[in-house]
């Protein structure tokens, strides 16, 4: 049964880089057809997905945020990590490490860590 845990600070100040990694336990990041994905909730709000990176090493980002993060991975220690570049206190939330499957027809999230949340402030 593959698990996923999320790491990282849990306080970050404005303007910092947030980076998180998320270790995988029960299967390979390796694995086709298996995308590694980073969501977000915020206080209050909905789940926002960040993006994710492929079995193969691609990487796909969210046009709102494209410009500020990197997700890049670490096949010896099956594990994938993001960056978010220069964050405002908006960054706060939850953070979900999760495995994406993928068919013929469309993707599905069948896996989930248990997240970390992440204050942005001063």
């Known amino acids: 049964q593959v698990q996923l845990q999320e790491s990282g600070p849990g306080l970050v100040k404005p303007s910092q880089t947030l980076s998180l990694s998320c270790t995988v336990s029960g299967a390979s990041i390796t694995t086709p057809y298996y995308y590694w994905a980073w969501i977000r909730q915020p206080p209050g709000k909905g789940l926002q997905w960040i993006g994710y990176?492929?079995?193969?090493?691609?990487?796909y980002y969210s046009s709102s945020l494209k410009t500020l993060i990197t997700i890049s991975r670490d096949t010896s220690n099956n594990r994938f990590s993001l960056q978010l570049n220069s964050v405002t206190p908006e960054e706060t939330a939850r953070y979900y490490c999760a495995r994406v499957a993928v068919s013929a027809e469309y993707l599905y999230f069948d896996s989930w860590g248990h997240g970390a949340q992440v204050t942005v402030s001063s």
């Open positions: 990176i492929t079995y193969d090493g691609d990487t």
